[in-house]
Structure formats: structure tokens, C-alpha cells
């Protein structure tokens, strides 16, 4: 039975991804997901999928707001657009989203199924099904929004969809995985994301059978007048809920040490200074490709082999790439490229049994492990520092336009 892995505050973020960077992210995200099939098979993406950690590191690593809601919206965009040219090679399909989108999904699962062979009717039920018990069984004071349907063509899943709370200024996410999963309406999530915001009616919890049963006996025995009667006369205490991994993020935009596991970031850094040499060497020859673009590629190739608790504090993961509201910093356009290239690349070598640099890219993770262990390095905001001062050479960009071009009005205007 698939059960809740943690919860996680997810602040409220207007704004849209601007093209330059929506374009990135679908290629990049398209090639993580390559690289995690092609390492350990399509059920473990989709495992990845409902973990509620990874997948907020997944969308930090792509250079969207590291703790933000719209990491939902832009992931499952990026991977539906980015995933759409390959389903067919890696079987893996992307249907819904956000708003009018995700009503959609039932027709998008049912011509799938036509044209793959799986049972689009069921598909589409229990895509239903996980829409309603979110939105009417379990009563949090969060309207869903978003729905994201992620089918392999052997009919596995995973969903994730989100909820709103605008007074609250927050958002919950859910996740669900089909794997073990035999009952909608008894604790059937692999995760709920979001702030706990007092008492919540959760009728698909386990404890909630008696609550489910007794509900339709008094609704048969008694009609709705004596149920209200009933009902207050009724005291006690609520049942507790047990304790489980809680992923909070910050409403503050910029990233502190408070936010990254700053000894894992510092191996890291390296061990792509001390593997690079010795695994990227013809690499490293190829103009454009430097240390930075390797220290990009060691934070991707966490995200394709780590661990789920190396996830626990998606912040580092926006140091590979920045973001688009310039927090850490922005988005360096060069190694963001580079980095898709020598992905791509090293896909489509091991597509033809040549699986030399996807090996050294886990080499990378490897060492860094290893190295975090014993070494040290300099605080967290002389990093963010560096990529600040250096980021009109590396194309840095953001929403509010290209760092080259800002520094050049600021030496003008002073």
C-alpha cells in the first residue's frame, strides 16, 4: 500500500517562465529523465516523480525558484513538452497540467491508450478518482488547480497535482504512484507537499474507515436533520497524525546556508575539481566547456543517482544553475547550454553501447560523496558571491534581462 512520505510549505509565486528559460528546461529535464531510465529503468523515474524532495530538487536543478509552487507548473510543463518527441523511443507519457490542461488528461489517457495498448478507460478512472479524493476526501482549505498524469506503456503511473490556498498565500502539493497502490479511498498517497494549516478532514486515511462506513449507515438510518442533531452532541479530541518528513520552504527568495547542506555542496565543487581532470579530459579540450560547466554536471548527476535523502534540501540544487529571478543568482546561460550538450551526448553515446561518459558523470557523483566527508571550503554566500560577479561572463540571465546589459546601465548611470 502506498503511503505518505512527508509534506513540504510551498509559498505562492506569480509570474510565468519566460521562453529562454522554458525551452532549457524542457530539453534538460527530457535528458535527466533519459539518464535515469537508462540507469535504472523507467519505474524508478516514476518513483523519483512521487517523492515530493527530488522533485523540487529535480526543478531547482533547472534553474527555476528553488522554493516556489511554480516548480509544479514549470516541471510538468517541461517534461510534458521535452518528453513528447521521445515517449515513443522510452515510453514514458506526460498528459494534463494546469488549469484547462488538466481537464484534458481523460481524453489525452484514453487516446494513449488507443495508440499504445494500455486501458486508457481505467487510466482515466483512476485519474478521477485521485482528482476527487484530493479535492472532496481529504479537506485541507486547498483547491486543486493542477493535475499532471505520468503513464509508462505498461499502464504504471504517477500523478502529481496541486492545490491552492490564496488567503494563506501557500500552496500543497500531492503525489501519488501506482506502484503497490490497491485502494483509492484508504491512505492511498505517496505524498502530500504543503502547510499544515490546522485540523484537516482526510477521509481516505486509514483510520477513516469506521468514519466512511458509519457515514453511509447514518445517512441511510438517520437522513441529514438528525445527523446535523447528532453530530453536536459529539466531543473529543482528534486523532493525532503520525510524525513524518516535513519539507519546509522559506518564504525568503534568496538562498542561505540556513537552506543548503553546505558540506555536501563543498564536495561537490570538489570533486568536480579534482574528478574533472581525470574523466573529462577530452571534454574539457572542447571550447566552451570549463570547470563551471562541470560543476553544473555534477549537481545534474546527483539528481539522477541520488539517494532520497541527499534531496533534503533542494536549495543546493539551484547552484548548478541559478534561477530566473536572479536568486542565487542568474541563470548562466553558457553552462546551462553546456551542460545540455554534454548530456545529450553522453545519452545518445550510450544509446550506442558506448556508455563511457554517463559512467564517469556517476564517478563524479561518486567522489563527491566521498569527499564531503573531510572537506572544507568557503561559506555559502562567497559562492553566491563569485557567480554574482562573474555572471555577465558566463551569459548570466534573468527575468529582468541580460547581467552584461545591467552592468553596462549601471556604469553609465553612475
Partial sequence: ???????ADLPLHGGRVPPWLASRMAALGAIICEAIVQHYGRDEFLRRLSHPFWFQSFGAVMGMDWHSSGITTSVIGALKRGLAPRAGEIGIHVCGGRGKHSRKTPDELMRLGERVGFDGAALTRASRLVAKVDSAAVQDGFDLYL????VTDDGKWTVVQQGMNGEARYARRYHWHSEGLTDFVDEPHAAIDGPNRGEIINLADRRASASRTGQLDL??????????????????????EPVQPHLFMPAHHDVRSSDVFVRRLHG??????????????????TPGVGARTVEALAMVSEVVHGAPYRFQDPARFSLAH???????????????????????????????????????LKRLDDQARQLELTIEGPPLESHIANERSRSPLLG?????????????RRKLSG
Fill in 1 to 7: 500500500m502506498a503511503k505518505r512520505s512527508g509534506s
Fill in 147 to 150: 493535475h499532471g498524469f505520468f
Fill in 219 to 240: 445517512l441511510g438510518d438517520l437522513g441529514p436533520d438528525r445527523i446535523a442533531r447528532e453530530f453536536a452532541t459529539l466531543t473529543g479530541k482528534p486523532v493525532e
Fill in 268 to 285: 561537490t565543487l570538489a570533486a568536480a575539481a579534482e574528478r574533472a581532470p581525470a574523466d573529462f579530459s577530452e571534454l574539457l579540450l
Fill in 322 to 360: 541559478g534561477g530566473k529571478d536572479r536568486h542565487p543568482y542568474p541563470v548562466p546561460i553558457k553552462v546551462y547550454d553546456e551542460t545540455i550538450r554534454v548530456m545529450k551526448g553522453a545519452i545518445e553515446k550510450a544509446k550506442l553501447g558506448r556508455g563511457e561518459e554517463l559512467a564517469a
Fill in 396 to 408: 548570466g540571465r534573468s527575468v529582468f534581462g541580460w547581467e552584461a546589459d545591467i552592468a553596462s
